[in-house]
């Protein structure tokens, strides 16, 4: 292995240890999220993923797949304060971040309270995020990038750690403000929920009816910002980051040597792009229990990472090219 690359310098035993432990804490969490959530194990590992680098994620999926219901329950099993905000069009700014009332005390002084919003918590569930006016989604982004908000010109901390999970339902779009992109960059992931399986949707049936199945909490929210500190130890080395960086600059138009890519995307993934990949490497590597990411880690994530940080162009979408198609060939680039 050519020379690595880390944030700190890295106690080998300690990392391990520390590895070791985690790769513990995550197992049994997700068995506790599998007593509850049958059928989407991908989406449960990148969701884990994305908490232990401490990002945010867009779940795209038709209504009735148990979005809300993952949230509700990574809530439970990571110890973290969790609500759930309906996004509308006649959602204001103030209805998610909290405002400020003019309140009179007894001695007949009048002051300004701030009063906090659903957004002080530790995971928002932002349902149908694009139903939101620009205005709100425009003071989310603030939330997700700053972790904190502006009210009436004073600034107020959110509480640590804070993640974001929005979800979009890919079917319906009248009435809806498409999230820019600046606003799809902020989120580290986005994952597509599909249907289960013949096999979960059996065991969805058996337990209808039956008494709710109770996740137990694994962990703290102390503990999961020690794990997150723990992602950015992990080394990696030349050859993974050199993979990243062609895969990234070949999926844009202006430096690629891909003439599909030249032909058929109109923008390509940022600098952002690079740094979610170098994370959610490192935590998936921790999640499987090995020291060190390796290219199939870029290869399994590259889809999660990339496709909501690209975008085709009309021709390009009219001949029916998807951008799955265009992430798979910058993934046999590198592998």
Known sequence: MTA???DNVVNPTGLIDAVDRLGQKISDARAEIGRVIFGQDEVVSETVITLLSG???????VPGLGKTRLVETLGTVFGLEERRVQFTPDLMPADILGSEVLEESDAGRRS????????????????????ASPRTQSALLQAMQETRVSVAGQYHDLPRPFHVLATQNPLEQEGTYPLPEAQLDRFFMQVDVAHPDIEAERRILESTGADDAR?????????????????????????????????????????????????????????????????????????????????????????????????????????????????????????
């Open 4 to 6: 690595s690359h880390t």
């Open 55 to 61: 990002g945010h994620l867009l779940l795209i999926g």
């Open 112 to 131: 300004f309270r701030f009063i906090k919003g659903p957004v002080f918590c530790q995971l928002l569930m932002a349902d149908e995020i694009n139903r």
């Open 215 to 335: 996740p137990g909490q694994v962990m703290d929210s102390a503990a999961l910002m020690e794990s997150q500190r723990l992602v950015r130890r992990v080394p990696v080395g030349d050859g993974v980051i050199e993979a990243i960086l062609k895969m990234v600059r070949n999926g844009r138009p202006e430096s690629t040597t891909l003439p599909e890519v030249r032909d058929h995307v109109s923008w390509g993934p940022g600098p952002r792009a690079s740094q979610a990949l170098m994370l959610a490497i490192r935590a998936r590597a921790l999640i499987d229990g090995r020291l060190a990411p390796s290219i199939d880690d870029v290869v399994a994530l590259a889809h999660p990472v990339l496709r909501h940080r690209m975008a085709l162009t009309f021709a390009a979408r009219a001949q029916g090219v998807s951008i799955g198609g265009i992430i798979d060939r910058l993934c046999e680039g590198i592998a």
